[in-house]
């Protein structure tokens, strides 16, 4: 199976602890963010990840070159910031099978990929995070069938699903559609989640975003336990 890992963050919120590094490349100890990812595709059987990549990049082509621990790497880079729609509107041009694993390169949710299952009917189903007490991000609403019936915006909730940031696609997912270069793929599902069947599965596995100073420095002693 094959991935596409959404690498091109620029990390503005991490400046005051981390600097001058894409931000999937953040040490966790001594090693880059993105490496525990990559690990965990390992783990789950991926073979070929297309890195989505654009400030600094070539940070992450010395790190890792062509080939991660028996996995092929290719770079799909943004010559300008795409948005992450646009990102992988042209990292799927690079995709050979006809599903594939979107992943985002700041966050880490440790769930079992073989349990995500495209119904017949869809072209992407995404995973869900159950949360408590938060306020920090927008909730997906589903059905119980699994199929989404709305996105929510940020308020405080005591409990909700949360997008986990992994997706199984099809990789025909946007051709039927007329797409800027650079657009957001999270207002792209808000808008088209009917027409799309978008489906969903809730996990309760570990994770963590490093997209804030606090979450960056209570992943060092924890994802060591992951993988």
Not at 17 to 27: E, I, R, T
Not at 77 to 88: N, Q, R, S, Y
Not at 95 to 103: F, S, T
């Amino acid at each position: 199976m094959e991935a596409i890992v959404l690498a091109g963050g620029l990390g503005t919120r991490l400046q005051s602890v981390v600097s001058d590094v894409p931000k999937p490349m953040a040490p966790i100890g001594a090693k880059p963010f993105l490496e525990y990812i990559l690990k965990y595709l390992k783990k789950n059987g991926i073979n070929r990840i297309v890195l989505s990549v654009g400030y600094k990049w070539e940070t992450i082509k010395k790190y890792f070159g062509d080939t991660f621990d028996g996995m092929e790497l290719v770079y799909s880079v943004e010559d300008e910031p795409l948005g992450t729609g646009g990102a992988i509107k042209k990292a799927l041009r690079n995709i050979k099978e006809q599903e594939v694993y979107i992943i985002n390169g700041d966050t880490f949710f440790d769930v079992d990929l073989q349990k995500l299952v495209l119904p017949n009917d869809s072209k992407i189903i995404l995973t869900l995070k159950k949360m408590y007490n938060f306020d920090r991000y927008g909730c997906v609403e589903s059905d119980d069938n699994g199929y989404v019936i709305d996105f929510t915006e940020k308020e405080f909730r005591e409990v909700g699903n949360i997008n986990g940031g992994i997706y199984l696609v099809k990789k025909d997912l946007l051709e039927a559609y007329t797409l800027d270069d650079k657009f957001s793929f999270e207002e792209f599902m808000q808008k088209e989640y009917v027409n799309l069947k978008i489906s969903s599965k809730v996990f309760d596995s570990y994770f963590i975003d490093i997209g804030i100073p606090e979450d960056y420095v209570k992943v060092q002693g924890e994802i060591g336990k992951y993988i």
